[in-house]
């Protein structure tokens, strides 16, 4: 008996902590247990040769909204090439559709909704022997007579779920995801985390014993999926405590954190923390008080603000600050407000995502309520709402994948943090520059690095043309701090008066390194020396160290 557990990843670097959780669930059944991972980018048909290759006995697919329209496609195409094999699905995607969803394919078997290790077990259990008995399947929907839709039970104890890593060999260069807590005690109305009021916490000394398990295996990172890991002090500040004593000093670990439920004595800890070891993403949504209160959003916004500025002075943390557009409330202008407040901020990196009005969540039972419309299909995103049209939310698309490429990417640092004091706001200049994009025909090509740094100093030249050498050197810095580039870019400044010089330097520092003379910040050259074998573990820049004359700084 051979049953398929198969993941559909958004991207190769992911991997299926729910798959993964099955398979140990399944205990001494494991052994009837498959897993395969694929992504988005795969073409369903290569999917589905991956899957008829493997010849299942039983198929189930992980299902979540950026998998969901594949997966659909696949129901259909695996029940022609592999006929009577039955396929189940199982995820937060299909958990609250789950008899429309048997209705509407009748090549399914039924459908695992909620928590899965313990249905999935018992599922195991009754194809290994052949009782198909699923009157006792915990939250099982299912084709028998007719659609069966059994009750969940309590909800399930975090320390009776087995660990879901039993090796990592399969994990080079991918990030691997861990939870030591399920459940959210907030109650925001886009979440489907807030349906389940309570917080089940694993016992520490399992997770002690896990993590270690990951540190000794020395992986790159670990994502913490707990939804809001803070929530409850003394389970927080034993993990980072535990990380700090047993730094590898190799692995980093990516927590969600609410920044304003931090007290002294975790901030105090985090300021402790290795340069990098820690990486902490904060949703914030919005700063529009109608509309935290209209979410079911608690939030001290000014706590937020002092703890990241606090956070942000030590240096030695990531933070990875969230907006949401269009919740309720939020008009174009609010929008930009909230955008202003966050992004002054200063985090490493500002996600401005898009409401999606999930199944299960309040939000997609008050979207009437609130005229907002969205996408049918997944990831049922946003298109307007009351307060926002659509050409409103196709400017706000485009100003971020100006924030991704020009800020998140920390590759224009130096030009950015001279040239946004130009403009009134960071988002008067994020628009502006995605104005230039459309006017310049420039979106929907696939640009390189160079040539994203060529565009920048014609939306330069084109603003402000009397300053642009001056920004040539700082766009140059900005570049070769990431790498020491084999051939020089061409915006970059005639080096050849100061040749010699050059190779006199670069004689004594080496030939792994880089050296820069810059003309214009000063009346006599200034010699930068980019040493690529010591880097910033939060932006990974090379480490500049100043030349002056014959005077190292």
Not at 205 to 227: M, T
Not at 297 to 314: G, P
Not at 419 to 425: D, H
Not at 469 to 474: G, I
Request: charged residues 25%; aromatic residues 12%.
């Amino acid at each position: 008996m051979k049953i398929l557990l198969t993941a559909i990843n958004a991207k190769y670097i992911h991997s299926n902590l729910a798959i993964y959780s099955l398979k140990a669930a399944a205990g001494e059944l494991s052994s009837h247990v498959e897993l395969a991972e694929f992504t988005i980018n795969h073409r369903t048909e290569d999917i589905l040769a991956g899957i008829y290759r493997r010849s299942p006995d039983v198929l189930l697919f992980s299902c979540y909204i950026w998998n969901m329209e594949q997966v659909r496609e696949l129901i259909r195409e695996c029940a022609k090439v592999l006929p009577g094999v039955p396929v189940w699905l199982g995820g937060p995607e299909v958990s609250f559709c789950a008899e429309e969803l048997l209705k509407e394919y009748p090549e399914l078997t039924g459908i695992l909704t909620g928590e899965g290790e313990e249905s999935f077990r018992l599922l195991v259990d009754s194809y290994v022997k052949k009782t198909k008995n699923w009157k006792e399947l915990p939250g099982g929907v299912f084709r028998s007579h007719e659609i069966c839709c059994n009750m969940r039970d309590e909800p399930l104890d975090m320390n009776d779920l087995p660990f879901a890593y039993t090796g990592l060999t399969d994990f080079e260069h991918r990030i691997i995801y861990y939870e030591s807590s399920r459940g959210c005690p907030f109650s925001c109305s886009y979440c489907l985390s807030s349906i389940e009021k309570r917080v089940r916490f694993r016992d520490l000394k399992l997770v002690f014993q896990e993590l270690q398990y990951f540190l000794d295996a020395k992986v790159p990172q670990v994502k913490f999926v707990d939804r809001t890991f803070n929530c409850n002090h003394k389970h927080a500040l034993a993990i980072w405590t535990y990380l700090l004593e047993h730094d590898n000093g190799v692995t980093n670990f990516h927590f969600e954190i609410a920044a304003d439920l931090l007290n002294e004595e975790e901030l105090e800890l985090l300021s402790r923390m290795r340069p990098g070891l820690i990486q902490l993403e904060i949703g914030v949504q919005t700063v529009n008080k109608k509309t935290i209160e209209a979410i079911h959003r608690k939030m001290d916004l000014e706590k937020v603000k002092t703890h990241v500025a606090r956070i942000h002075a030590m240096g030695n943390i990531h933070q990875h600050l969230d907006l949401i557009a269009g919740l309720p409330y939020e008009d174009y202008t609010s929008f930009a407000n909230s955008f202003n407040e966050v992004f002054a901020m200063k985090p490493q990196q500002l996600q401005l995502g898009f409401l999606k009005v999930l199944r299960g969540s309040l939000m997609h039972r008050e979207a009437e309520k609130y005229g907002i419309i969205y996408r049918e299909k997944p990831p049922y995103e946003v298109l307007y709402t009351d307060w926002l049209s659509f050409s409103d939310i196709l400017q706000l698309k485009a100003i971020e994948e100006m924030v991704e490429i020009y800020y998140n990417s920390h590759q224009f640092r130096h030009t950015l943090e001279k040239l946004m004091k130009n403009f009134s706001s960071p988002f008067l200049f994020f628009c502006k520059l995605a104005d230039f994009y459309d006017r310049k025909g420039l979106n929907g090509k696939n640009h390189s690095r160079l040539g994203r740094y060529e565009i920048m100093l014609d939306f330069i030249r084109e603003l402000f043309p009397g300053e642009e050498e001056s920004y040539r050197e700082l766009l140059t810095i900005d570049m070769y701090l990431r790498e020491r580039l084999k051939s020089r870019p061409d915006f970059a400044s005639d080096q050849s008066p100061y040749r010699v010089r050059l190779r006199e330097i670069q004689t004594q520092v080496g030939k792994q390194n880089h050296v820069e003379a810059l003309l214009t910040l000063e009346e006599a050259p200034i010699y930068l020396i980019f040493d690529y074998g010591k880097r910033d573990p939060l932006t990974n820049d090379a480490q500049i160290r100043r030349w002056k004359d014959t005077e190292e700084e």
